[in-house]
């Protein structure tokens, strides 16, 4: 799932990444080049033979959330909270592990990626 390109939320993402207000000329900038990353991106997969086999589903999101999100096997996750002004490579992070005995930070992560995953459009 990636942020859709041509969406509203990528200004967003970016005026907070770099700490600027949205109207800034630099997160105008930034958001052209982010564009730009996430076509080439989704261009790259849609080549792999995995895409052409129907084994790889590319969606777009267009919405601004303040936090980076891996989940694997359903059961484990890795959350980098985005502090803003900064890069999410210098994000804290967070590992979560699903507990089958009770609810957890793990599920509240896992039921935003299934709704966002369910509004999301195909790429």
Known sequence: M???PEGK????QESHKLG??????VVANEVEIAR????????Q????????????????YDEFIPWWLYVFDNRKAYVGILEK???GRESPVLILKKND?????????????????G????A
């Open 2 to 4: 990636l942020m859709n």
């Open 9 to 12: 939320a990528i200004i967003e």
């Open 20 to 25: 600027l207000p949205s109207g800034d000329v």
């Open 36 to 43: 730009g990353i996430i076509r080439t991106t989704i261009l």
């Open 45 to 60: 997969l849609k080549g792999l033979e995995l895409y052409q086999k129907q084994k790889l589903k590319i969606r777009l």
């Open 85 to 87: 002004g900064k890069s």
């Open 101 to 117: 005995q009770y609810a957890s930070a793990f599920d509240a992560f896992e039921m935003t990626w299934e709704r966002m995953w």
């Open 119 to 122: 509004q999301a459009k195909d």
